[in-house]
């Protein structure tokens, strides 16, 4: 009955309900104290080559010089040791847990990480979740690593304080394809994600802070996902630098009650490429698609959505060829905190829309104003290229700075409703064919193989 309650709440005032994790009940990550490194200082350790383990295994003998596995490696480590894994293709699975593996970094090749592969196909349901999951271990470096076939996570760090994710693909997956959660401070970094059927990238849950750590996104690619980027109640996080196109929707921080610490707040999104973001994921995919995908979700065509969103900055980011939208603020309706629904203190300013008139946003700037609790403070201010706007007559965008009260549009909640009830999701994109860019082929609808 509640989800029934739901559906025609949101029917009759035009919101979204957004694509997240479920809720779970971590403990909040905290530093140990000073934890012991190795007596003598740090050790190395190398994992076998699929040859090296091979002739051990004939020999019917120990490996010599070399761990026969990633994890038997791990598992020797103390804080700041280092795990380096030759390139090549390793169907295994990585656990990094507790704070007696604070520090250490695991390093395939940084240069080329697609040469040291971790693929999960063909193991069994339960060993195919993480391909690396970091659990309880603070300020772990993971590099030059390519994840695959995995159905939950590709690099996974959860309970920790700082943590570098850096040099790293992952594809071909489940939820997410680089993830941290319930975590403070980290760094993702040169690194690309696709075909995930949430987010090729995510933070989340973050907890609240009286002196923040900042985590920084900084040159990654998300592609050929539901969506680029999502964080559920992430707050200190700043986005810059990076490439979100042809996913269903760029980059969505958001606020559900599905995880703790709502709402999302104090984050950065700036001087990205944000473009294409029209996947029709629903017509066909390389993954298969999630319950929660099924039914209402987010409309497909956005490029930057703020669901429920306080204090972000959203600057310098270059947006177009989103065939809905090109930056999008909405009140999270489906938030049962009312307190922390609307959206506030956000700031729009100094963007660039539709690439010179040559690649356009169905509308660029998307704002129907108050829709729960009380929208205050939200501004718009230099962005260049703006061609439309919903509402077209621009009544809720107050101009920068502005610190009152946002108005509201029953013309831009009508938009929206159009939005998230068209059963095609193509009904309201404003289509055009893109020129050229990077080499880049656009993605609306998935006609090749579910597998690599």
């Known amino acids: 009955m509640r989800c029934m309650r739901v559906v025609i709440a949101l029917l009759a005032i035009g919101v979204v309900v957004p694509v997240t994790a479920g809720a779970a009940g971590y403990p909040p990550p905290g530093k140990p104290g000073k934890v012991k490194a190795r007596p003598g200082g740090a050790k190395t350790f190398t994992v076998c080559t699929a040859k090296q383990a091979k002739q051990a295994k004939k020999a019917k003998r120990a490996p010599r010089g070399c761990a026969a596995t990633i994890q038997a490696a791990v598992d020797g480590t103390l804080p700041g040791d280092t795990v380096r894994i030759p ?12 704070h007696r593996h604070d520090g250490i970094k695991l390093i395939g090749t940084p240069a080329n990480p697609r040469k040291t592969v971790l693929d999960l196909a063909g193991l069994g349901k339960d060993k195919r979740q993480n391909a690396v999951f970091i659990n309880g271990a603070d300020d772990v470096t993971v590099r030059g690593l390519y994840a695959r076939n995995f159905l939950g996570n590709g690099f996974f760090a959860l309970n920790v304080t700082g943590y570098t994710l850096k040099d790293l693909v992952a594809g071909w997956g489940g939820t997410y394809g680089i993830y941290a959660f319930n975590s403070k401070g980290g760094t993702i970094a040169d690194s690309e994600a696709f075909y995930t059927n949430d987010s090729g990238f995510y933070i989340g849950q973050t907890p609240v802070q009286s002196r923040p750590l900042r985590s920084i996104v900084r040159n990654v690619t998300s592609w050929g996902s539901q969506l680029g980027f999502s964080g559920t109640n992430m ?3 700043t986005i810059t630098k990076s490439r979100f196109y042809n996913n269903g929707l760029g980059i969505v921080p958001n606020a559900l009650d599905s995880e703790k610490f709502a709402p999302p707040e104090h984050n950065v999104v700036t001087d990205n490429d944000v473009f294409w973001n029209n996947f029709d994921y629903f017509k066909g995919a ?5 319950a929660g995908a099924k039914g209402l979700s987010y409309p497909v065509g956005v490029g930057i959505m703020l669901y429920g969103s306080r204090d972000t ?7 177009f060829g989103n065939f809905l939208a090109g930056v999008a603020l909405v009140d999270a309706i489906e938030l049962t905190q009312k307190d922390a629904a609307a959206v506030k203190g956000n700031t729009v300013r100094a963007n660039v829309f539709g690439r010179d008139g040559s690649d356009l946003n169905g509308a660029d ?3 129907p104003g108050e829709v729960v609790g009380t929208n205050t403070g939200n501004c718009f201010a230099g962005n260049v290229g703006v061609h439309a706007t919903v509402p077209a007559d621009g009544s809720t965008f107050a101009p920068c700075p502005f610190g009152g009260v946002n108005a509201k549009s029953p013309d831009g909640l009508r ?5 998230i009830t068209d059963p095609t999701h193509e009904r309201y994109w404003v289509k055009h064919p893109h020129p050229a860019y990077q080499g880049i082929t656009p993605l609306e609808q998935y006609k090749g193989k579910r597998s690599p």
Not at 415 to 419: D, E, K, S
Request: proline share 3%.
């Open 415 to 419: 938009v929206g409703l159009g939005w």
């Open 87 to 98: 390139a090549g293709t390793y169907r295994q699975t990585v656990a990094v847990f507790g």
């Open 365 to 367: 700037l998307f704002y």
């Open 286 to 290: 390389p993954f298969i698609l999630r």
């Open 313 to 319: 900055l959203v600057e310098k980011n270059r947006v």
């Open 235 to 237: 707050r200190y996080v």
